[in-house]
Nanobody, 131 residues
Framework: QAQLVESGGGSVQAGGSLRLSCLARDYRAVSDYRNGCMAWFRQAPGKEREGVAAISTSGRSTMYADSVKGRFTVSRDLAENLLYLEMNSLKPEDSATYYC????????????????????WGQGTQVTVSS
């Protein structure tokens, strides 16, 4: 399984922006990362973990939760083993711990926003949006 390390979380006011990054370490070859589909999930205190955005192996197919469509953008850098989540127009309800997830090799197309679709998880990065 891949080791996933998130970064970029922090505290912002409503309407602000943040960019999260996820580095996929310990892949045996660059091609391994390219065979994995990736996703971002989030979990607020007392709530279940929910899928936010997912991206296919090539990066050409993406999926978003309805609550973030038009505000969040997921992308990946295949050469650097990086996954990104650009978050704009942030709302207080976006506050949560955000997790990077990977499914290697990718089992589903288009990519899914279900927890059970991913085998590797990062430790999470905290995002706090104040009103």
């Amino acid at each position: 399984q891949a080791q996933l390390v998130e970064s970029g979380g922090g505290s912002v006011q409503a309407g602000g922006s943040l960019r999260l990054s996820c580095l996929a370490r310990d892949y045996r070859a660059v091609s391994d990362y390219r065979n994995g589909c990736m996703a971002w999930f989030r979990q607020a205190p007392g709530k279940e973990r929910e899928g936010v955005a997912a991206i296919s192996t090539s990066g050409r197919s993406t999926m978003y939760a309805d609550s973030v469509k038009g505000r969040f953008t997921v992308s990946r850098d295949l050469a650097e083993n990086l996954l990104y989540l650009e978050m704009n127009s942030l709302k207080p309800e976006d506050s949560a711990t955000y997790y990077c997830a990977a499914d290697l090799p990718c089992r589903y197309y288009p990519p899914r926003l279900a927890v059970e679709a991913y085998k590797s998880w990062g430790q999470g990065t905290q995002v706090t949006v104040s009103s």
